[in-house]
């Protein structure tokens, strides 16, 4: 399996642009998380999706983020527009119904954002 | 207050020592329990599970759950220089079983 398949790898962008960051899950996987890590805050789990639809975005820091899903196979996280404070490295995440493992998740290799 | 607490270290140990990680949680409802491992510029990857509380051992690693306590433990044992990365722990449980909070994550660096 592919894993988690996260793009851009890495992105600098200049202040009021819009980012478009981009995942793919593990096939099969129902469930799909968006995570920020920064030295500040550490890892912050912004939304998650169970069957493409959006269960939890109380961790969206505010309206110029979005996240959809529109099919299994692809996410999308939005920002616009886009501020120096939201460098940081997006993390998704993907993960199967519960099964032995409990609740394992499966990261991306994360999207670095630089917001200049 | 966080919901899980981690101290951030960083924590510098010499090879062959036994590490301790450590991380407090103020949700009841929290059922399961992870360690993830990151190495740099890398995603986190699952280190060890475990389900309500006691302990599990895998290899050098032992992971101890004291739920009346709130406190999670992981222990290293003979402890190689392949084991520095950040150590995330991660739980979840309750009402929302699927929602996994994260600690800080704990940077570990063994110094051969």
């Known amino acids: 399996d592919a894993g988690v398949i996260q793009s851009p790898r890495h992105e600098v962008t200049e202040m009021g642009q819009e980012v478009t960051l981009r995942c793919k899950p593990i096939?099969?996987?129902?469930?799909l998380f968006w995570y920020r890590q920064t030295m500040m805050r550490g890892l912050e789990l912004l939304i998650y999706?169970?069957?493409?639809?959006?269960?939890?975005d109380s961790g969206m820091p505010e309206d110029r983020f979005s996240a959809k899903m529109p099919n299994a196979s692809f996410s999308t996280l939005k920002i616009q527009p886009s501020e120096p404070r939201d460098s940081a490295v997006y993390f998704c995440?993907?993960?199967?119904?519960?099964?032995?493992?409990?609740?394992?998740?499966?990261f991306g290799e994360g999207s670095w954002l630089t917001v200049v | 207050q966080k919901e899980v607490e981690q101290d951030p270290g960083p924590l510098s140990v010499p090879e062959g020592a036994i590490v301790s990680l450590n991380c407090t949680y103020s949700?009841?409802?929290?059922?399961?329990f992870m360690w993830y491992r990151q190495y740099s510029r890398k995603g986190p990857e699952l280190l060890m599970y475990?389900?309500?509380?006691g302990n599990k051992e895998d290899g050098r690693f032992t992971a101890q759950v004291d739920k009346s306590s709130k406190y999670i433990s992981l222990f290293i044992r003979d402890s190689q220089p392949s084991d520095s990365a950040t150590y995330l722990c991660?739980?979840?449980?309750?009402?929302?079983?699927?929602?996994?909070?994260f600690g800080s994550g704990t940077r570990l660096s063994i110094r051969p």
């Open positions: 995440a993907s993960r199967g119904g519960l099964d032995f493992s409990g609740n394992t998740i499966y």
């Open positions: 096939s099969g996987h129902d469930y």
């Open positions: 999706f169970n069957n493409n639809v959006p269960i939890d």
């Open positions: 949700n009841s409802a929290f059922q399961y």
């Open positions: 475990t389900y309500s509380s």
């Open positions: 991660a739980m979840s449980g309750g009402s929302s079983a699927s929602k996994i909070i």
